[in-house]
C-alpha cells in the first residue's frame, strides 16, 4: 500500500528516501518493503503527478516502471529534470519487462539522454540486485548533495569574503578622506599660525620697540638728562626680550632638544598651569631616560594639544598629567575632571578618525606613526587620553618620520 509522501530528506545529515512508483500489481508495495528491511528508506508513490511534483527535490532516486513511461511522461519527467540546478543529476532507476525488449523498453533506453541519470532493472527483480542497485543511486545521490553543500560553502566564503573587502574599502575611502580633510586643516591652520605670529610680532614686540625708539629720539633731540626715558626703553625692550623668548620657546622648546621631554614637559606644564589658571600636576619617574627624538616631539605636541584642549574646551579647573615608562613602551596620560568630549563627536572619531578638529587627529596620526595606540575615554566627569609609544622604533622609521609643523594655536596665553 503507498504511504504518504516523506517530508524533504534532501541534506547529507539525513537518510535519502528512494520513491517508488510502480503503480501496476504489487511492485510499490514489495519493493518499498524489500528496501525498507535492508534498511533503506522508501516511500510508494501514489500518483505520477505526485512524483513530478517530489522530483528532483524531494527523495534520493526514483524507482519507476516503464510501463508509465509513455511519450508524455517522458516529457513531463525531463521537463521537471530539466529545472535541475547543475550540481544535481538525480538518479531514475527504470524497472524493464524481462527478457524480450518492449516498446516501452526501448522507449526507456531512448528517453535516457533527456531524463539524465536512468539504470535499467529487468524484471523479475531480484532483492540484491535491486539494492545494490538503489544503494548505488543513493551513494550517488548523496555525493551530489556533498558537492552541493561544498558549492554553498564556497560561495559563502566567496560572499563573507567579498563583504570583507567592501568593508575594507569602504575604510580605506573614509580613512583617505579623513587624511585629506586633516591635510586641508594643516594648511589652514599653519596659515593661521602665521597670521598669529604675525600679530604677536606687531602687536607685543612692535609696540615695545616703537616705543623704546621714541624714548631714545626724546634723549637724542632734547637733550639734558634723559636718565628716566633710558630707564624705560631699557624696561620696554627687557620686555621685547622676555616675549620673544616666550614665543620662540613655545613654538619649539629648545628643552627639548638639549634636555629631552621630562625638561620641557616640566617646563611647559608648568607654564601652562600659571597662563591658564588651571590646576596641572605632571607625575613623572626622576630618572627619565633619553627617548628617541621622534618619540620625544610626538610626546610633547600630544601633550601640548592635549593640554591645549582641556584648557579651551573641557571647563576643567585641574589637569593631571603622568608619564610612565616600561620596558617597551612610554605612555603618556592626560586626565581632567571637565564636561567631556561630545559623544556623537568621539564615536564618530574613534569609527572613522573624522569629525575632530586638527587637535585629536594630528595626536592620532602621531601615535599610529610610531605604532602606538591611542585611547580616549569620555564622559560627563572628564576626559582621559592615553597614548602608548612603544620605545623600540625601527631605525628607518625613525630617520623617515614626517614631524608635523609646530602648532601655534596651541600656545595658551
Ligand atoms: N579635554 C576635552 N574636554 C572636552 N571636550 C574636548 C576635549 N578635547 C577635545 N574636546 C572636543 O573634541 C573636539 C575635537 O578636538 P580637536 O582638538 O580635534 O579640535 P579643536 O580643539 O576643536 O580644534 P583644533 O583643530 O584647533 O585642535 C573639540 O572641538 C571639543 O569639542
Ligand atoms: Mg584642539
Known sequence: MATPLAPMFNSVGNDLTVLVFAPF???S???????QQSGINACAIPSFKE???AVPENGGAVIISEEVLHHEAVDELAQKLATQPRWSDFPLIVLTGGGA???????????R???GNVALLERPLRPVTLIS???GAIAARRRQYEIRDHLLERKRAEEALQRAHDVLESLVEERTAALRALSGKLLRVQDEERRRIARELHDSLGQYLAAAKINLNVVATAGGDGTLYIQEASQLIDRA?????????????PLLDEAGFASAARWYVEGFGKRSGIAATLDMPDNLRRLPSPIETALFRILQEALTNVHRHSKSPVVDVSLKTGAKSVTLIIKDKGRGIPRQVLEKFRK????????????RERVKELDGTLKIDSSDAGTLLKAVIPVSVPEQREAGLPVLSPIYSSIVH
Open 25 to 27: 500489481g504489487k511492485d
Open 29 to 35: 508495495t514489495l519493493i518499498e518493503r524489500v528496501l
Open 51 to 53: 512524483l513530478i511534483r
Open 101 to 111: 525488449t518492449t516498446d516501452t523498453t526501448e522507449l526507456a533506453v531512448r528517453s
Open 113 to 115: 539522454a533527456p531524463l
Open 133 to 135: 542497485s538503489v544503494r
Open 241 to 253: 626680550i622676555a616675549d620673544t623668548r616666550t614665543l620662540s620657546h613655545l613654538l619649539h622648546p
Open 352 to 363: 572613522t578618525g573624522t569629525n575632530v578638529g586638527v587637535g585629536l587627529a594630528g595626536i
